[in-house]
C-alpha cells in the first residue's frame, strides 16, 4: 500500500505500525515527533497504531536554530 | 555578584542566550555552549530528511541547558502554535520562542500574528518570548498576551549590524518593567552585547556571530565576557557625558604653576 510520509509517496506493508516505519527508514527514536494525518503522537502510540492506506505522515526532529 | 536574570520565575546566572545554527562543526557547539556560560539555547523544529539524516542536535548539548523551541518556519500565529505543541509533545519542555516571519527578503516578524500566538500559547502554560520588531504597542500586547519576555531585534536577523533600533529599544527600556527585554538578532560583536547591557536590556540572543566566527569557542567567551562587562556598568550607573573637557588630576597645585 501507499502512504505519503514528509511529502514523499511511499511504499509501505499492510498492519504496519509506526515504529516499524522509523525502523524502516533507520531512524533513532529519541527526539523525534511523530504527526499522523495532522495528530501529533504520543510515543506510547509508536507500537500499537496500525498505518493505513494513503495515511500521511511527518517525521519531524531537532535542528540548530537561533 | 548576585544579580540573577528571572524568567518566567526561572533564576538565571547568565545573560548570554545562545543560538545553535549554522555551526559548520557539531562537536564545537557541546564546547561552545559550556563556555558560553548559557542556560538557555534555541533550536528548531523541521522535517527530517529521509535520504540524508542529520545529525540529532540534541546529542550535542550539555545537560541541565533549557532548551527553547524557535517557531522559525512558521508564517502565522497558525503555524507557530502548531509547532509549539510539536516541540512540546517531543518530551523537551515549554520554553517557545515564538519567530512569525512571511517576508523573506527582510526575515521581519510580524508583530500581529505573534501577538496572536502569545495569548493563545500562554494560556496554555507555554513560557513564551517572542522575537519583535520593536515597537512599545507591540511590547504592550505581548505583555499582556502572556509573554515570558519580550525579543525585539537590534537588527536584521544573520546581519552582525548591531543596534540600529536604539531608540526603539531605549523606549522599550523605559517603558517595560514587567518582563525581562532581551535583544535577540543583529547582534554581531561583543562591543555591541555590552552596549546592549550597558542600555539596560535585561539580556541578549545571539547565534550567527558565534557559529560564523572563526573560532566560535573563543567568540562564545569573548561574548560572555562582554555581557557580563555590560551588565555591570549597567548596574554601576555610568557616569554622564559631556561636551567639554573635565580634567581628571586636581587643577591646582600644578608643580610649574
Known sequence: ?66 | MDDPLIIAGKSLKSRFLLGTGKFKNKSELTETILKSGAEIVTVALRRIDLERHADNILAFIPENITLMTNTSGARNAAEAIRIAQIARAAGYGNWIKIEVINDSKYLLPDNAETIKAVEKLASDGFIVLPYMNPDLYTARDLVKAGAAAVMPLGSLIGSNQGLKTKTMLEILIEEIDEVPIIVDAGIGRPSQAAQALEMGVAAVLVNTAVATADQPVLMAQAFSKSIEAGRMAYLAKLASASDLASASSPLSGALFE
Open chain 1, 1 to 66: 500500500m501507499q502512504i505519503r510520509v514528509n511529502g514523499e509517496i511511499r511504499d509501505f506493508p499492510e498492519a504496519g505500525k509506526i515504529n516499524h516505519l522509523l525502523q524502516t527508514l533507520g531512524l533513532t527514536l529519541e527526539g523525534i515527533v511523530v504527526t499522523l494525518n495532522q495528530t501529533i503522537l504520543k510515543k506510547t502510540e509508536w507500537d500499537q497504531i496500525i498505518i493505513k492506506e494513503n495515511d500521511v505522515i511527518e517525521l519531524i526532529s531537532f535542528v540548530g536554530g537561533g
